[in-house]
């Protein structure tokens, strides 16, 4: 679908799929990807990409740019962005979110501020990459399973792309939902069909569903930009949430705060959140862990559990969408 981008992007991603201490060994997911949780817009490019069989990325870490094989890409990009254990199912739906948001990404072209690459390695802007090289000592004796588990995801569908009216979609993903997805609309604005809020119930058996931040009243007001008020107690009021569940908008001290941006601020798991607070101290009890939207990680591996197809979970995540 090709549209221009609004003030959006989100993304990612990482963690509370699977038992924390999993994540050092088989990767941890972005809640999103593209810019977690940012409310920058993908850009629409200075430039088209020349070459769909290869893809300019800028390595953040490195701060330079390479031109990768789409294929390497996307075996380094799952490696980041989902745990090697998943589901086969699951492994390719993450797979083919991925070329399907490269794809997007190269459609959109060149950007400046990435010195001429179409996409960033950075999860919070696009979406992870790591060499899987550099899991070898993680993974060990298991890397030469793990990686041929994830590269036979990536070539299953590495010649598909999911479209809405013809066009690649903004393939956006987080790694566990509240139970329900979020819609676009609610988080970034938008008009995008295909990211609406449904059902992701199993996202509620994630070890990481829920956690808990506790901050003095001087932390939580100080992270908000805002003075200590003499009634703390008093000063959080108007909290509006989506049908989903998720946070929409909360007034402190009266000054409003979107969900995201409360959620950014206090660098919460996710905008699902609960706001208490007792004897001098802010409890917030959040459910999930990313901006909501999209496919959920840990969703996608427990339908898959249930004997869904990649293309069922894709379906599910993106209503309305084809697989071509």
Do not use: N
Not at 68 to 78: E, T
């Amino acid at each position: 679908m090709k549209r221009t981008a609004v003030i959006f992007l989100f993304c990612l991603l990482t963690q509370l799929l699977i038992p924390t201490g999993l994540y050092a060994l088989f990767g941890a997911p972005t809640q999103d990807p593209l810019p977690e949780d940012s409310s920058e817009a993908p850009s629409d490019g200075t430039a088209p990409a020349a070459d769909t069989d290869s893809i300019s990325v800028f390595m953040a870490e490195k701060g330079s740019v390479e031109t990768l094989s789409l294929r390497d890409y996307l075996i380094g990009v799952v490696a980041a962005e989902m745990p090697a254990l998943y589901e086969d199912e699951a492994l390719k739906a993450q797979a083919a979110v991925s070329v399907t948001l490269a794809r997007y990404m190269q459609k959109t072209g060149a950007k400046a501020d990435l010195d001429g690459a179409v996409i960033s390695s950075d999860y919070r802007r696009h979406q992870a990459y790591r060499d899987p090289a550099s899991y070898k000592a993680a993974w060990g004796e298991g890397y030469d399973a793990y990686l041929k588990k994830i590269e036979a995801a990536v070539d299953a569908v590495i010649d598909h792309t999911i479209t809405y009216d013809g066009e690649p979609i903004l393939a956006v993903f987080h790694a566990v939902s509240d139970g329900r997805t979020e819609s676009a609309a609610a988080v970034w604005g938008g008009d995008y069909p295909y990211l609406v809020s449904v059902d992701s119930s199993g996202d509620r058996l994630s070890s990481g569903y829920r956690d808990e931040t506790t901050l003095s009243a001087k932390e939580f007001f100080e992270k908000l930009g805002l003075s200590v008020p003499d009634a703390p107690d008093a000063a959080v009021t108007d909290k509006l949430y989506t049908d989903a569940g998720y946070l929409k908008s909360v007034t402190v001290s009266g000054q409003t705060f979107s969900g995201l941006s409360f959620r950014q601020k206090l660098g919460l798991r996710s905008s699902a959140v609960e706001i208490g607070y007792a004897d001098g101290v802010f409890t917030l009890v959040t459910r999930g862990y990313g901006h909501g939207v999209g496919m959920s990680q840990y969703g996608a591996d427990y339908l898959a559990r249930q004997g869904y197809t990649w293309k069922e979970i894709v379906a599910h995540y993106y209503p309305g969408t084809e697989i071509s």
